[in-house]
């Protein structure tokens, strides 16, 4: 534990603030650590702005071995991700985000101090790592109804007329109001599918979007990727469907097609939002892989 060294990157405006809070309490408990292990050393970074936690993690790795913990929601994972993939250091997710998705498929209880003990506690081991265009991504990669829901979130939040906590809600019936089902070509593992789908998600982790159980049998250790077409859903059974997903009981539905495999390709005839681990790109194609190397994850003590 002594000789470990321990790279917090926070992300001061992660979580509208949760995870610069979150540096009181690990000043705390590496004093306490201190008590025990008299050599440990820990060192905490700040980001500036966007994409600085990949630069940031690129270049401890480059000079050293580190348990490397992202200390914000996945946005700040997956760039912390792309800067150490390949390099001897391990990932661990300190959750102070607002959404933290990926790290529920990890624990059974989302309670943020226990997640950081734990973690600064918990042992590494390899976990599946997939790409998209050359991106790295960890937890789930989708296009259709929810990206463009996410693209949306933004004009509900912060409005005096409405809670920041329904902003997601209002988001999916605005979306709702003129969405069309995509016009998709997908290439699963070389199996060629022509389809209207509502939404497709490429998935390593199960949940997305604030705790929406999309994959519920994804696992990040089998060495495939989930995917999870739906196909062609009408206005009136959006309704239905959503109520469904969230707590991930929608797979029995017709609609819903499972598929696992390593390299997906989807082709759009119009640029459609991709979302990759919760960020946004416009796209009309994506190339999905998943990674033959894995990724040192710590995974936290107690965890399962
Ligand atoms: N110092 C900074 N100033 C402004 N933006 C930053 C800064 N550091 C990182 N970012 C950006 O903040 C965005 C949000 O980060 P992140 O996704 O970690 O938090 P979140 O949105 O609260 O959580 P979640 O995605 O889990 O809901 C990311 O796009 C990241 O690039």
Redesign the pocket.
């Known amino acids: 534990m002594g000789a470990v060294k321990h790279l917090f990157i926070v ?5 509208n603030g949760i995870a610069l809070k979150m540096t009181n309490t690990i000043h705390k408990l590496f004093n306490e650590l201190k008590l025990k292990y008299q050599d440990i050393s820990y060192e905490i970074v700040y ?7 990949t630069e940031i993690a690129r270049k401890y790795a480059s000079m050293g071995t580190y348990r490397i913990y992202a200390v ?5 994972l997956n ?1 912390v991700l792309n800067g150490m993939i390949g390099s001897d250091s391990s990932l661990g997710c300190i959750p102070g ?5 990926f790290v529920k498929s990890i624990v059974t209880k989302f309670d943020r101090r226990r997640i950081l003990m734990n973690t600064v506690l918990g042992t590494e081991e390899e976990i599946d790592v997939a790409s998209v265009d050359g991106r790295y991504f960890i937890n789930i990669a989708s296009m259709g109804f929810d990206a463009s829901v996410v693209n949306n979130v933004e004009k509900f939040k912060n409005k005096s007329y409405l809670p920041n906590k329904f902003a997601y809600l209002a988001s999916v019936l605005d979306t709702a109001k003129d969405f069309r089902n995509l016009n998709l070509r997908m290439v699963v593992d070389q199996k060629e599918i022509q389809t209207e789908a509502f939404m497709v998600a490429i998935a390593n982790g199960k949940y997305y979007g ?1 705790g929406i159980k999309i994959a519920p049998d994804a696992d990040f250790r089998d060495g495939l990727l989930d995917v999870i077409l739906v196909r062609d859903i009408t206005r009136a059974k959006i309704i239905k469907f959503l109520p469904k997903a969230v707590p991930g009981k929608h797979m029995d539905l017709e609609e819903v097609t499972l598929m696992r495999a390593k390299t997906i390709d989807l082709y759009s005839d119009e640029p459609v939002f991709l979302n990759i681990d ?2 946004l790109e416009a796209r009309r194609e994506a190339h999905f892989r998943l990674e033959d190397a894995k990724v040192k994850f710590i995974i936290p003590k107690n965890s399962f």
Do not use: F, I, M, Y
């Open positions: 992300n001061p405006v992660a979580g980001t500036k702005e966007e994409g600085h936690a914000g929601g996945d946005g700040t760039e985000g607002s959404g933290n998705d604030g919760g960020e």
